[in-house]
Structure formats: structure tokens, C-alpha cells
């Protein structure tokens, strides 16, 4: 579990009312995010280069080492998303996949 440590924060530090408060004063549409392709190149730089990938993505070690010359392509999706309002349902999904360690697939310890 330490991985999701990494990852993940702790939903019992959040307060919610605070949180609603802000987003309700500042009311800033989708299309008023700015970001630079540098944003990307930092947020690719944080990832675990050893951290499994499922089948048909990009590995993240690759994302690490080339975050340099994706920051600006992937910049330039994601600003155009914004501008728009709107974002493909394709850049919002994400697959969770187990990855068996050993033995049965089909036992929890696995």
C-alpha cells in the first residue's frame, strides 16, 4: 500500500466546506485554466519511471525521459481542450488493472 501513499492524499485531511467555499467564489470555467507546456514537463517529471503501465499505454519511463519534447504536444492538447470547454471522454478515462505477482490470479493475495 505505500505506493498509493505516493499517490493518493488523505481524504480525512480535506475539508470539504473550505474546499466548495473557494470553488464557489472564484467560479473559474474550464476554459479560463492556463497552464504552460513547463506545467507538463514538471507534472512528467514526478512519475515513478519504474511504475507499471497496462497494455497499450505509455510506459512511464519513456513519459520521464522524453517529458521534454511531449510537454508541448500534450500542452497544446490539453490548452485546446480547455479553450473549448471541453474535454474528450477519451482523455478522461483511465484503466485500472491488477498486476498479478505471482501464483493464482484468481487468489486476493495475488
Do not use: H, M
Amino acid at each position: 500500500q505505500p505506493q498509493y501513499v505516493q499517490v493518493f492524499s488523505d481524504p480525512t485531511q480535506i475539508n470539504v466546506e473550505e474546499a466548495l467555499e473557494d470553488i464557489e467564489e472564484k467560479e473559474i470555467g474550464i476554459s479560463e485554466i492556463e497552464f504552460s507546456p513547463s506545467c507538463i514537463e514538471e507534472a512528467l517529471s514526478v512519475l515513478d519511471p519504474y511504475a507499471a503501465a497496462p497494455e497499450g499505454d505509455v510506459p512511464a519511463k519513456i513519459l520521464c525521459e522524453c517529458r521534454g519534447q511531449l510537454s508541448y504536444p500534450l500542452w497544446k492538447l490539453w490548452d485546446e481542450s480547455f479553450k473549448k470547454g471541453f474535454i474528450p471522454d477519451r482523455l478522461k478515462k483511465q484503466q485500472i488493472a491488477p498486476i498479478v505477482k505471482k501464483g493464482d490470479k484468481s487468489l486476493a493475495e495475488n
